[in-house]
């Protein structure tokens, strides 16, 4: 409980996580698998304003194409929507639900505000149906990790293909790479200690993603509310801390910015587990 009050006011570090967790740490920043080298600069100490201008100037939302090798060569621009994702009729968003899967949403009763905005985004399988005085019922995009997709990390294009000739009709994009490790970049520029090595969580692509679209994004149960638990999702027994403090993913640190990004009030952090978020859109530099 130290921890979540820490946490809520951005003054934690990974030294007061369970030493299980950094074990993990330790051994994902030595293995180092997809060969990360962090060659920007790092300044902990920008402002909210600081810190929402280098997101607004560096973010780019960007989907694959099929205009790059080795894509190109494959026949992809005919098989990926025509219209990128960043230019679907979603512009005029005004504000914006991400909803995370973590189990302290459960008994929060939130699924009404969620239902209330304009989009809700949400993650891998998570239903609604059993669950919709917690998480709400509208759905109007989701993430799905390549983990998630049809098995493992590495085959992810086969599958995606054959979803694209099953359902020509559902905008169904792949992130460009460059999107997920600019965030990745930021990330780091971001903070003191060095971040694990792999990409960020969904949970943050989510929020970024949603802001690069949205008017005003509303995030619930990122930052931990006074439900916190050690249970990862609110459909399924599985109880890890990882999931909400992060083991492989840089996710204790993708908190922390995100909180110092938070325009929300104190209140609705603590009881509901909400940060509120402007859009980039909204920003100005
Ligand atoms: O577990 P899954 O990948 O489906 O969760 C989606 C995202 O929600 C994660 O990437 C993470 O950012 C966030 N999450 C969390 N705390 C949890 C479970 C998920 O912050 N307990």
Known sequence: RAFLHRLWKGNVSSRMLAPRLQKAMRDYLRANKHGVRFRGRRAVARSRAELLCQLRARVQLRTLDGTEL??????WRRLVPRAPLSQLPLQSLRSCAVVMSAGAILNSSLGEEIDSHDAVLRFNSAPTRGYERDVGSKTTLRIINSQ?????????????VQHRQRYPNQPFYILHPKFIWQLWDIIQENTKEKIQPNPPSSGFIGILLMMSLCGEVHVYEYLPSVRQTERCHYHELYYDAACTLGAYHPLLYEKLLVQRLNTGTPGDLHHKGKVVLPGLRMVHC
């Open 148 to 160: 998630w997709y049809k098995k493992p990390d590495y085959n992810l294009f086969t599958p995606y």
């Open 70 to 75: 080795p894509f190109s060569a494959l026949g």
